[in-house]
């Protein structure tokens, strides 16, 4: 009797100590975090951020047009408050998906280069991207252009706009034209192939962005990758550094870098031996930073059934990375993103899952892997619906850009200065 009654003892204290572990071990709110008033609509989602060349932050997203199904918009925030909302297009034929989004950017020149996705027939994945360009920050745009011009009803998206490290720019992206009557991706998280017939594979592309707005020198990247992870992009002093989700032969699916220099691609060459496998594909893609020299990437992997969020950086213009860092501690969902700062720490934005709900979640890391302590942003819904969560640097401040889901669908932003060493706890 005394035994029984010392083990259920036992068993409360347990019990209670790993809720206490928990609790304690549960992110604080990121410091000094406010909310400023989004610029996007009700029933907006798809954000994305931009740190321009001149200062600003630039942010674009989709909502319902005034006068058709959907709108890309933007919007320009100057450290006080947001622009008026800028129309891009609006069109009764985008195809808005929760992981494939479309973006403004504004290059090194002043213009601004807008992507978007517009079906192309039938087929549940069959859409092409559309390019064009702005000389007046938003207010007019040039005719719409294609990056590709194979004309098959295929995929075309997750789409990656970079500065050259000339005066044009750059684009890579998706292209499904090899799979062309061989079934297509599917974006619930795996690629089903044609019933009875070989599937073909999904290609990594490039074309140039001249000062004149004509397209050219269409190159083919990568013969075999992901069908359905976003892509990323950064430019460096004297390069572009490219990562996206590779694909083997036998499906292991880990991160991969391309590099652009002195007018020529590099054969992509994976960042670190994951080892990854999984039959479809995970809609989880990379995110990089870059200073000029330095470059930090983030990725998500859940090899060997460990979800995990990685860090790696590298002092050679992507040429070479550390050994990656986990930043996660729990079960991350992944979708990141990442900003390297002028110290060389970097801070990494993520997804948690959670009992009830999702977490935004972001966390400083350094290069000798010392982390702050794990904050968070907002709480989020962890399906899709929520999207990826974005974040850029405005000086010595973080901008938040996010999809709330309850009760109504929309697009929230917030700020927040960044915290003083002396105020982090190191936890590494």
């Known amino acids: 009797m005394i035994r029984k009654s010392v083990n259920k003892v036992s068993v ?16 604080k709110p990121f410091p000094e975090l406010r909310e400023i008033g989004s610029p996007a609509s009700n029933g907006s989602a798809l954000p994305f951020l931009q740190s321009t060349p001149d200062g600003t932050i630039l942010m674009s997203w989709v909502e319902p047009g005034r006068r058709a199904k959907h709108a890309l918009r933007m919007a320009e925030f100057d450290g006080e408050r947001w622009s008026s909302a800028r129309t891009v297009v609006e069109g009764d034929s985008f195809f808005a998906n929760w992981a494939d989004v479309p973006s403004v950017v504004k290059l090194r020149d002043g213009r601004c ?236 934005l993520w997804l948690e899952w959670g009992a009830e709900e999702g977490s935004l979640l972001v966390r400083r890391v350094f290069r000798d892997g010392t982390m702050s302590v794990t904050s968070t942003v907002a709480s989020v819904t962890a399906d899709r619906a929520s999207g990826y969560p974005r974040m850029a640097r405005m000086g010595d401040r973080l901008v938040f850009a996010w999809t709330e889901t309850q009760p109504a669908k929309s697009v929230k932003t917030a700020i927040a200065p960044i915290p003083a060493l002396s105020h982090e706890v190191s936890v590494e």
């Open 113 to 348: 280069v807008a992507h978007w996705l517009n079906k192309s027939g039938p087929g549940t994945h069959a859409y092409d991207v559309k390019v064009r360009t702005s000389t007046d920050g938003g207010r007019t745009w040039s005719p719409t252009m294609s990056p590709h011009r194979d004309g098959t009803q295929t995929e075309h998206g997750f789409v990656s706009i970079f500065n050259l490290p000339t005066e044009n720019a750059g684009l890579v992206w998706l292209d499904g034209r090899a799979m062309a009557g061989h079934g297509t991706a599917n974006h619930d998280d795996h690629a089903e192939p044609a019933a009875g017939g070989e599937r073909g594979s999904m290609t990594l592309r490039f074309a140039r962005l001249e000062a004149h707005n004509t397209i050219a020198d269409e190159v083919l990247l990568d013969e075999r990758i992901c069908e359905c992870c976003p892509t990323a992009a950064a430019t460096t002093h004297n390069a572009v550094v490219v990562a996206y989700r590779d694909r083997s032969e036998d499906e292991i699916r880990d991160i991969a870098i391309a590099r652009f220099q002195e007018g020529t691609w590099s054969a992509g060459r994976p960042v670190h031996n994951d080892g990854w496998n999984i039959s479809g594909c995970p809609v989880n893609g990379p995110a990089l930073s870059t200073d000029g020299k330095n470059v930090v990437l983030a990725w998500y992997t859940a090899a060997n059934g460990e979800p995990r969020v990685k860090v790696a950086f590298s002092d050679d213009e992507g040429k070479s990375f550390d050994d990656p860092i986990i930043v996660s501690d729990h079960v991350p969902l992944g979708r990141v993103d990442v900003e390297l700062l002028p110290d060389g720490s970097a801070f990494v």
């Open 12 to 27: 409360i204290l347990l019990f209670l100590y790993v809720s206490l572990a928990f609790a304690y071990s549960q992110p």
